[in-house]
């Protein structure tokens, strides 16, 4: 069983009618809610179910918590029952978006214990580029069972994010695009700006030329000054893209690395929540 972070294309042609391999779709557009469910039903590979970000991979919406909430672990757990998926097997994912939608449930899988899983390493467009196969058939999922087991330390909550981002040994990193981390633009959330104290380190970095992941000895050295904190903690604008700093963090060796959830538009949710712009 592979259970690396990322898989190529080649390996899951290879491996997709395996009884241990299930695969996900999670193509999502943050403007266009529906756009994702729409592209799955006009293809997808083969044997892959719909996993939607806001119904799915997302809890309800409130006045805290950020625009994308994470789900009630034990009401995703039975999703994960109903569609098939138990510890025994290898989940792999993708996206059209280079992992930022596919590391979401990625993140989510190991959060209640399903940790064999993967991203497909390039995107669902490059697939059907180069000619492997897809399908416009859903599907059908035997249910079984799966006992949770969520790990509440891959996460950090908005007071603990304050009592301890300024620690020595404790790192923040904003893993939103420049700009939005400048306070130059912010075309998703009410305020502009980033968490005092986080460095910037953009998601899309992680990326080679042509759209795979880098290699992990660039990875490495990408995160090298990062390797020696006690922790880290990474947030995006709706603890969304994070994941795929999580996953190239962890392809990069480091450990301790948590996630806050709300992230940015759960942070400016707090009105006396202090906000710096570069």
Known sequence: MNTTCTVSKEWLFEHMNDSDVMIADCRFDLKDAKAGREAYRKSHIPGAMFF??????????????G??????PEVFA?????????????VVIYDDDH????????WLLHYVGQKNASIMDENFSEWMKQGYPVTTEVPTLTPVSFESDVNENMVISMDELKQRKDRNGVSLVDARAPER?????????HKAGHI??????????????????????????????????????????????????IIAMQKAGLKNIKLYP?????????GDNEVEKD
Request: charged fraction near 25%.
């Open 52 to 65: 939607d970000l806001k119904n799915d991979l997302s809890g309800t919406v409130g006045t805290h918590g």
């Open 67 to 72: 625009r994308h909430p994470l789900p009630d």
């Open 78 to 90: 039975q999703q994960l029952r109903e569609k098939g998926i138990n510890k025994e097997k290898h």
């Open 99 to 106: 992992g930022q939608m596919a590391g979401r449930l990625w």
């Open 181 to 189: 981390y400048n306070g130059t633009s912010e075309p998703l959330d």
């Open 196 to 245: 005092p104290g986080a460095i910037n380190m953009f998601w899309k970095d992680n990326l080679a030329a042509r759209g795979t992941w880098k290699p992990e000895e660039d990875l490495r050295a990408m995160y090298d000054h990062l390797r020696n904190e006690e922790e880290v903690i990474v947030y995006c604008g709706s603890g969304v893209s994070a994941n795929a700093n």
């Open 262 to 270: 709300g992230s940015w538009s759960d942070w400016i949710s707090y």
